[in-house]
Structure formats: structure tokens, C-alpha cells
T-cell receptor, first 112, second 111 residues
Framework: SQQGEEDPQALSIQEGENATMNCSYK?????LQWYRQNSGRGLVHLIL?????REKHSGRLRVTLDTSKKSSSLLITASRAADTASYFC????????????FGTGTRLQVTL | EAQVTQNPRYLITVTGKKLTVTCSQN?????MSWYRQDPGLGLRQIYY???????DKGDVPEGYKVSRKEKRNFPLILESPSPNQTSLYFC??????????FGSGTRLTVV
């Protein structure tokens, strides 16, 4: 079963603009993670936010988490062509540290 | 270099012919997991393991087997592959259930 749903499914922006992706999930969680995937390759871990955190930053990435709404957002500031990829949220439900459930992803296209 | 190695990268096989996809990691990670990725469905967990000899089913375990006899290896076994198992498969590892490192993937076609 899919725990996370990303929105939008696809996003096209110009270089230098900000990109925002949203993730909604269904059950209570230990943490929520964001991953990036370049065209059929392995996923790369970007950032993790724990259930007791509301916001986290890493370089050009900003993640927010609203557990009352069961939602998270990933903001990429000053996007670059190299940010073109699919982005997935993944949740670890409460009490299941090893079970990680992914959403269906947002495909981001950054054009010059 | 820390890495997760999957083999083979590409495989075309026939229905019913047993196959094994290997996964090996050199990071001494406790957690290992297998996922399949299909268009429109995202990644779905097949099996996971929290330590040697400890494995459990994910969301789509039917038609797959795994074993964890040693920490570094976590092979995925398809005893009798069927066309609906045509997919892109990923092995992933983690020291404690967060921040997974993924292999490069195995693209399997069952005809």
C-alpha cells in the first residue's frame, strides 16, 4: 500500500526559481525522508525530519512537517538544471523502524 | 568506497526459470531491504531485514524469497518468475532504518 502521495506529479520550472513539492501520508510516523532519483538510477537520500520536528534545512533544501495534517513539503531554492530528477517522500510508520514506504514521486524538470 | 552492489544490472529470463539477484554492502549496515519500482506505482517494499537471520515481509512479498545468512549479503530469489515480476529492482541498506543507501538497480524482464 502507498503511504505517501506527492503533489504535483510533475513540475516544470526555470533555473533560478524555487520548486515546492508536497507529500501527504496516512498513518502516524517516526520520521519522514525525502529522496531524489535521476532517471532510473538508484535513489539518493536528501534529508530526514523526525516526527517531533517542524522544519529542517540542508543547503538549498527546506523541509517542513505538519503531523496534524499528515503532510510535508520539500522546497528547493534557486533551482539548477542539475536538480532535474524525481523526488520521493518516504515514511517510517510509528513502531516499524525498518519499514519504509515510498510515495509515487514528483518529477521535476528545471530548464535553462 | 561505501557502496551497495547489485548484480546483474540487466536480466532477461523466461517464465518459471529460477533466478537470484544479489545485493552486497560494505558499510556494515544492519538494515537491508528490497524494493521494486513500477511506473505510476512508485517504490514498493518486497522484503526487509533488520539483522542476520531476521527477515520480514514488505508490502508485495508474493513470488519472492530472501535470506540473510551474513550481514553484508541479502539476495532476492524468484523461484518461478512470471511476467508480472518484470520491474526495476533496488536493494537498499541503512545503519538504523533511516537514510538508506540504494544500489544502482536491476532491470528484470520476464518473458
Amino acid at each position: 500500500s502507498q503511504q505517501g502521495e506527492e503533489d504535483p506529479q510533475a513540475l516544470s520550472i526555470q533555473e533560478g526559481e524555487n520548486a515546492t513539492m508536497n507529500c501527504s501520508y496516512k498513518t502516524s510516523i517516526n520520521n519522514l525522508q525525502w529522496y531524489r532519483q535521476n532517471s532510473g538510477r538508484g535513489l539518493v537520500h536528501l534529508i530526514l525530519i523526525r516526527s517531533n520536528e517542524r522544519e529542517k534545512h540542508s543547503g538549498r533544501l527546506r523541509v517542513t512537517l505538519d503531523t496534524s495534517k499528515k503532510s510535508s513539503s520539500l522546497l528547493i531554492t534557486a533551482s539548477r538544471a542539475a536538480d532535474t530528477a524525481s523526488y520521493f517522500c518516504a515514511t517510517s510508520p510509528t513502531g516499524t523502524a525498518s519499514k519504509l514506504t515510498f510515495g509515487t514521486g514528483t518529477r521535476l524538470q528545471v530548464t535553462l | 568506497e561505501a557502496q551497495v552492489t547489485q548484480n546483474p544490472r540487466y536480466l532477461i529470463t523466461v517464465t518459471g526459470k529460477k533466478l537470484t539477484v544479489t545485493c552486497s554492502q560494505n558499510m556494515n549496515h544492519e538494515y537491508m531491504s528490497w524494493y521494486r519500482q513500477d511506473p505510476g506505482l512508485g517504490l514498493r517494499q518486497i522484503y526487509y531485514s533488520m539483522n542476520v537471520e531476521v527477515t520480514d515481509k514488505g508490502d508485495v512479498p508474493e513470488g519472492y524469497k530472501v535470506s540473510r545468512k551474513e550481514k553484508r549479503n541479502f539476495p532476492l530469489i524468484l523461484e518461478s518468475p512470471s511476467p508480472n515480476q518484470t520491474s526495476l529492482y533496488f536493494c537498499a541498506t541503512s545503519p538504523g532504518g533511516t537514510g538508506y543507501t540504494f544500489g544502482s538497480g536491476t532491470r528484470l524482464t520476464v518473458v
